[in-house]
């Protein structure tokens, strides 16, 4: 009996993790981004909705050079960005403990209603698709900061890029396998949003501007994932009260 209860103990304890932060979702969430970049490198003016510090890049290099006409294509998905940012916080405040649904699946509901009407947004609009991306990804960035324990972003790399390099240093240093194990689990993700960014590079120069609906379908999968986990974690909760005395 009792190493039943410990196996039991053992077994809700690993599907309590939060469902936020499973390695299945971060793939779909990483193939997404890398994805939404491509698309709004290639189909939208070569803005990108991920990668702000090109924007910023972008931003002064126009401005140094006098293009006024080109400083509000980089200036506004900064803006947006940082709107994003900003509604996220309280989208967090305002349903953290909400029961019903995760907060973060609100900001995923939010994303794909985004990017949905992006797909719907003629060339002469590219601004406002810019704006609506580069808000969307910075709700997703700033939501899903972690995957298994480890801090992790899906929308860009650098930060991932130097994680996975500096915990493979300290390896060859400590030899602890737990490092191994971050640094390989970086340059997946890395290796993931590659992927995706491929993929967004090929499909949105074949399918044009409604090709961000794939970027959506695979957030729409992670969103049904989390609902998936929650459920394996109730029914395992269920099933070791039934087999206390």
């Not at 650098?158 to 490092?179: F, Q, V």
Request: charged share 15%; with cysteine; hydrophobic share 50%.
């Amino acid at each position: 009996m009792k190493n039943t209860k410990l196996e039991d103990i053992m077994t809700t304890a690993k599907v309590s993790t939060q469902m936020s932060e499973s390695m299945t979702l971060a793939v779909f969430l990483t193939l997404a981004g890398g994805f939404q970049d491509a698309y709004s490198y290639n189909c939208r003016g070569k803005v990108f909705a991920n990668a702000q510090t090109g924007n910023i890049v972008l931003l002064g290099q126009n401005l140094a050079q006098g293009n006024w006409d080109l400083v509000l294509r980089y200036l506004l998905p900064l803006a947006a960005f940082l709107a994003g940012v900003y509604i996220t916080e309280w989208v967090h405040h305002l349903y953290k403990d909400y029961t019903r649904i995760h907060w973060r699946q609100i900001v995923l509901v939010i994303e794909i209603l985004l990017l949905m009407v992006v797909g719907f947004l003629p060339q002469s609009l590219n601004g406002l698709a810019n704006m609506m991306m580069s808000f969307a990804c910075a709700m997703q960035v700033n939501s899903f900061r972690k995957f298994r324990g480890i801090p992790c972003a899906t929308t860009m790399c650098i930060g991932n890029m130097r994680s996975a390099t500096e915990m493979l240093c300290k390896y060859h240093i400590t030899r602890d396998k737990n490092l191994l194990r971050k640094s390989r689990h970086y340059y997946l993700v890395i290796l993931i949003f590659a992927a995706g960014a491929a993929a967004g590079a090929l499909l949105s120069i074949q399918l044009g501007e409604r090709s961000i609906w794939l970027a959506a379908l695979l957030l729409m999968a992670g969103f049904v994932l989390m609902f998936i986990k929650e459920d394996i974690r109730k029914e395992s909760n269920s099933e070791t009260s039934r087999t206390e005395p």
